[in-house]
Every structure is written in structure tokens, then in C-alpha cells.
């Protein structure tokens, strides 16, 4: 049976991309190497993950902050089992939703491992070992990424895991060492000690949060290590020794010296993620990768295989599900011959810590080193009403505007629900707003985001509640 599209993963960039085939009139099959859709987003990250914050902040609300507010519980009780019941059914509820949505626009599943025999022909192997020929006019790869592995260190998803592992462990940890400081071990590692664990984070550089905004990175580092997170900054992990009862992990000074070891019940490896191309077989029809990797794409995501397109993870840009949803959205509507288009300069980044960091456009580093004038606006959660009757003061706004043309060029959050406020400013900017224009829009009161207004009216030095 012939299709004019097929995709491979279906992650939230396959998905996406198959739906908006669909809709545009491609007769449109995908293929699945899980049980179940939704890919890694949607089955062991994003959203098991999103569950465990909530829950875990909950928890720590209920612990610390109710007294406060006049309503007494007595001492909370973390049940486990319970909690990974709850965000298990998070996720099943979001997986039935996306094989509702394949049946709705008549998306026809294959599940089973996919490889690329040749343009236009995916070969479909069962977990049978049965295999199967599909042909078409479009493939896209949407295979997404996996977790970067340590040298010599082996993940087990038991004692060594994985941001896959880590939300599946059956007990809390007495002590939890995560390797890197980005944003995946950050809000594992927040989870677990709202849960009980002692956390200590090593990392390579000599900062948290590679490519946030430094300002944002550092006044972030003073409030995990208020909430009891240690961190060993430019250290590296060299080996993990697990013969005992508890692990023995090396640590080293990342210009070299002498080492030390620390025990710990749980290593999490979190240094990253890889694009995941393994057995797709694109060596054979000649898909071209980089030095790291990633296929490599044009402006309308095609390889240099006629017939063959890649999105998401699997290419360059940052690795994140929102940034692959356009992506597969855009080639769909391109081979549908329609003006499919990604503004890569406004691509929304959250870190879903407590509180979170949010951010859209350029950093102040970034601004910097390009030689742009810019002016600051900043305003912080201290004084905005609403967040002062939330106990929820903790961070700012901070927007950057060209200092001739006024034109928003970023806006960074340090704060509470920064990964919903952070969307006025992404329409802004999509809409080429200057600070003047968000200074100028009326914000409803008391609400949070009237710190985003003050931080447009600071840019030209006249907030009114600072």
C-alpha cells in the first residue's frame, strides 16, 4: 500500500507532523517502535516528569507554607506508590489522546521498528521479527534522542539511571548524585529532595544551566542551594563503583588534581541528549549526518536523499518538544506545498524547577558578543502584589530591547509560572513588539504578569511600583 507521507516516531513532532498531513489531504501512516505514542516526551519525560514536579511541589507547599496561610494538616506523608500511580495515569491519559487523535484523521500505526530501505520504502520490523514493506511518496524522520552516556560509566536504570530510571525508582533515595547541571538533572534532582533525598550535583562547567542567561543562572544557583542542593561546579565524574552496598563515584577537578569519593544510593546521568538514528539505516541510502550526529537538513528539512526530510532532536537546534512540533508542522504544510515556516528566534525555553525559568530570544551574553546596543528592563516578583499574597517573591522579569529601535530582542523569568507567562512575550516578539508596546498593553490586576509590563515600562526607567 502506497502513502504520501510517512513518519517515523511519533514523538510530538511525528505526531504533529502526521496530523497536519492529514488535515492537508496526505494519505499518511506512521511507525512506532514503542507500545505505546507519544515518544519520549510524552511516555518518560516531559510529562511523567511534569507530574513529579507538581506533586513533589505540592508536597513541599503543604509542608512549609500552609501553616503560614492559616490552614493546618499536620505533618504530610510522602505515599510513593501512590504518586507514581498518579503520574502513570498522566500519562496514559496523554497517550490514548494521541491514538484518538491518529484514528480521528486516519493516520494508519505501525508498530514496530522502522528502517529506510531506500527513498521511498520503509521497511516495518514487529517485535515478532515479522518485517514489512511500506512505500511512499515522503518519509520524515522524527526518531527524536536518547540519553547521553558517560565513558565507562554503565547505565542500569537501577542504582545508575537515566532521566528514564530516575522516575521510576520505588523508594526515595537516602542520597541522589546527579551528574550535569542542566536543566533535566536540575528538576529531577528538585523532585527528589522535595522528596526526601540529599542531592548533590557535579558539573563540568563553572556554572549551572549552560545557554541560560547568566544573571537569571546565578541568582537560580543562590535558591537550590537555599533549598538544600549542594553542587560541585567544574568537577567531572570519572567513575562509578558499584561492587557495594552503596555507590562510590569518582570525582575530579575538571582541569585535573586530585580526586575525591563520594557515596551516594543513586547516580543520575544527566549530561545531555543525542539524536537517535540507530538502525534507521541511513548509512546505506546516504543521508547525510554531522560531526555530531544529526541529519543534516536545508530550510524545508530535506536531506540530501530526494524524498527523505528529518525534524526535531534528530537536527540541529535545541532539543526541545515545542521546537519539534513546529518543525513537523512546517513539512508538512512544505509538502503540501504550502509556505511552511519555523522563526527560530523565538522558540520558548522552561526550566520547570520552583520557582521556574523561562526565557524567548537573546540573552544578555548572546546580545554581547554580537556587538548589539541594548537597554534593561528588570522588575522583581518582591514587589508585584499578587506574588507577595502567594508567598511566591522569589526571581524577576527581565526584558531586553534594542537601544535604538526599542524592538524586543529578549525576556527572561526567573519566578512563579514563568512557563505560562513567557508566552505574551513570544507573541510579542513574533509580532516584532517593541518594550514600548507591552509597556503600553493593559495588563489585568492583581496578576503576575503585571511584572512583565513593569519590566517593558523599566526599559525606559519608568516602572511605577519600583
Same mark, same amino acid.
Given at each position: 500500500?502506497?502513502?504520501?507521507?510517512?513518519?517515523?516516531?511519533?514523538?510530538?513532532?511525528?505526531?504533529?507532523?502526521?496530523?497536519?498531513?492529514?488535515?492537508?489531504?496526505?494519505?499518511?501512516?506512521?511507525?512506532?517502535?514503542?507500545?505505546?505514542?507519544?515518544?519520549?516526551?510524552?511516555?518518560?519525560?516531559?510529562?511523567?516528569?511534569?507530574?513529579?514536579?507538581?506533586?513533589?511541589?505540592?508536597?513541599?507547599?503543604?509542608?512549609?507554607?500552609?501553616?503560614?496561610?492559616?490552614?493546618?494538616?499536620?505533618?504530610?506523608?510522602?505515599?510513593?506508590?501512590?504518586?507514581?500511580?498518579?503520574?502513570?495515569?498522566?500519562?496514559?491519559?496523554?497517550?490514548?489522546?494521541?491514538?484518538?487523535?491518529?484514528?480521528?484523521?486516519?493516520?494508519?500505526?505501525?508498530?514496530?521498528?522502522?528502517?529506510?530501505?531506500?527513498?521511498?520504502?520503509?521497511?516495518?520490523?514487529?517485535?515478532?521479527?515479522?518485517?514489512?514493506?511500506?512505500?511512499?511518496?515522503?518519509?520524515?524522520?522524527?526518531?527524536?534522542?536518547?540519553?547521553?552516556?558517560?565513558?565507562?560509566?554503565?547505565?542500569?536504570?537501577?542504582?545508575?539511571?537515566?532521566?528514564?530510571?530516575?522516575?521510576?525508582?520505588?523508594?526515595?533515595?537516602?542520597?541522589?548524585?546527579?551528574?550535569?547541571?542542566?536543566?533535566?538533572?536540575?528538576?529531577?534532582?528538585?523532585?527528589?529532595?522535595?522528596?526526601?533525598?540529599?542531592?548533590?550535583?557535579?558539573?563540568?562547567?563553572?556554572?549551572?544551566?549552560?545557554?541560560?542567561?547568566?544573571?537569571?543562572?546565578?541568582?537560580?544557583?543562590?535558591?537550590?542551594?537555599?533549598?538544600?542542593?549542594?553542587?560541585?561546579?567544574?568537577?567531572?565524574?570519572?567513575?562509578?563503583?558499584?561492587?557495594?552496598?552503596?555507590?562510590?563515584?569518582?570525582?575530579?577537578?575538571?582541569?585535573?588534581?586530585?580526586?575525591?569519593?563520594?557515596? &551516594? =544510593?543513586? @547516580? *543520575?546521568?544527566?549530561?545531555?541528549?543525542? #539524536?537517535?538514528?540507530?538502525?534507521?539505516?541511513? +548509512? $546505506?541510502?546516504?543521508?547525510?549526518?554531522?560531526?555530531?550526529?544529526?541529519?543534516?537538513?536545508?530550510?524545508?528539512?530535506?536531506?540530501?536523499?530526494?524524498?527523505?526530510?528529518?525534524?526535531?532532536?534528530?537536527?540541529?537546534?535545541?532539543?526541545?518538544?515545542?521546537?519539534?512540533?513546529?518543525?513537523?508542522?512546517?513539512?508538512?504544510?512544505?509538502?503540501?506545498?504550502?509556505?511552511?515556516?519555523?522563526?527560530?528566534?523565538?522558540?520558548?525555553?522552561?526550566?520547570?524547577?520552583?520557582?521556574?525559568?523561562?526565557?524567548?530570544?537573546?540573552?544578555?551574553?548572546?546580545?554581547?558578543?554580537?556587538?548589539?546596543?541594548?537597554?534593561?528592563?528588570?522588575?522583581?516578583?518582591?514587589?508585584?502584589?499578587?506574588?507577595?499574597?502567594?508567598?511566591?517573591?522569589?526571581?524577576?522579569?527581565?526584558?531586553?530591547?534594542?537601544?535604538? &529601535? =526599542?524592538? @524586543? *530582542?529578549?525576556?527572561?523569568?526567573?519566578? #512563579?509560572?514563568?512557563?505560562?507567562?513567557?508566552? +505574551? $512575550?513570544?507573541?510579542?516578539?513574533?509580532?516584532?513588539?517593541?518594550?514600548?508596546?507591552?509597556?503600553?498593553?493593559?495588563?489585568?490586576?492583581?496578576?503576575?504578569?503585571?511584572?512583565?509590563?513593569?519590566?517593558?515600562?523599566?526599559?525606559?526607567?519608568?516602572?511605577?511600583?519600583?
Amino acid at each position: 500500500m502506497a502513502y504520501d507521507l510517512i513518519v517515523i516516531g511519533t514523538g510530538p513532532g511525528g505526531y504533529v507532523c502526521a496530523i497536519r498531513g492529514a488535515q492537508l489531504g496526505m494519505k499518511t501512516a506512521v511507525v512506532e517502535k514503542m507500545a505505546t505514542f507519544g515518544g519520549t516526551c510524552l511516555n518518560v519525560g516531559c510529562i511523567p516528569s511534569k507530574a513529579m514536579l507538581n506533586a513533589s511541589e505540592l508536597y513541599e507547599e503543604a509542608a512549609h507554607k500552609f501553616s503560614a496561610m492559616g490552614i493546618k494538616i499536620g505533618k504530610p506523608a510522602v505515599d510513593l506508590a501512590a504518586m507514581l500511580k498518579y503520574k502513570q495515569q498522566g500519562v496514559d491519559g496523554n497517550v490514548k489522546g494521541v491514538d484518538y487523535l491518529f484514528k480521528k484523521n486516519k493516520i494508519e500505526p505501525f508498530i514496530g521498528t522502522g528502517r529506510i530501505i531506500a527513498p521511498g520504502k520503509v521497511e516495518v520490523k514487529a517485535g515478532d521479527g515479522k518485517t514489512q514493506v511500506l512505500e511512499t511518496k515522503a518519509i520524515v524522520i522524527a526518531t527524536g534522542s536518547d540519553a547521553a552516556r558517560l565513558n565507562g560509566i554503565e547505565i542500569d536504570e537501577k542504582r545508575v539511571v537515566s532521566s528514564t530510571g530516575v522516575l521510576e525508582l520505588q523508594k526515595v533515595p537516602q542520597k541522589l548524585l546527579i551528574v550535569g547541571a542542566g536543566i533535566i538533572g536540575l528538576e529531577l534532582g528538585s523532585v527528589w529532595r522535595r522528596l526526601g533525598a540529599e542531592v548533590t550535583v557535579v558539573e563540568f562547567l563553572d556554572h549551572i544551566l549552560p545557554g541560560i542567561d547568566g544573571e537569571v543562572a546565578r541568582q537560580f544557583h543562590r535558591m537550590l542551594q537555599k533549598q538544600g542542593l549542594s553542587f560541585k561546579l567544574s568537577s567531572k565524574v570519572t567513575a562509578v563503583d558499584a561492587s557495594g552496598k552503596t555507590l562510590k563515584v569518582k570525582v575530579e577537578p575538571a582541569s585535573g588534581g586530585t580526586a575525591e569519593m563520594l557515596e &551516594t =544510593d543513586i @547516580v *543520575l546521568v544527566a549530561i545531555g541528549r543525542v #539524536p537517535y538514528t540507530e538502525g534507521l539505516g541511513l +548509512e $546505506a541510502v546516504g543521508v547525510k549526518k554531522d560531526n555530531r550526529g544529526r541529519v543534516i537538513v536545508d530550510a524545508h528539512f530535506r536531506t540530501n536523499v530526494d524524498g527523505i526530510y528529518a525534524i526535531g532532536d534528530v537536527i540541529a537546534g535545541p532539543m526541545l518538544a515545542h521546537k519539534a512540533e513546529e518543525e513537523g508542522a512546517a513539512v508538512a504544510e512544505i509538502l503540501a506545498g504550502k509556505a511552511g515556516h519555523v522563526n527560530y528566534d523565538v522558540i520558548p525555553n522552561v526550566v520547570y524547577t520552583y520557582p521556574e525559568i523561562a526565557s524567548v530570544g537573546k540573552s544578555e551574553e548572546e546580545l554581547k558578543a554580537a556587538g548589539v546596543a541594548y537597554n534593561v528592563g528588570k522588575f522583581p516578583f518582591t514587589a508585584n502584589g499578587r506574588a507577595r499574597v502567594n508567598l511566591t517573591t522569589d526571581g524577576f522579569v527581565k526584558i531586553l530591547a534594542d537601544a535604538k &529601535t =526599542d524592538r @524586543v *530582542l529578549g525576556v527572561h523569568i526567573l519566578g #512563579p509560572d514563568a512557563g505560562n507567562m513567557i508566552g +505574551e $512575550a513570544a507573541v510579542a516578539m513574533e509580532f516584532g513588539a517593541s518594550a514600548e508596546d507591552i509597556a503600553r498593553t493593559c495588563h489585568a490586576h492583581p496578576t503576575l504578569t503585571e511584572a512583565i509590563k513593569e519590566a517593558a515600562l523599566a526599559v525606559d526607567k519608568r516602572a511605577i511600583n519600583l
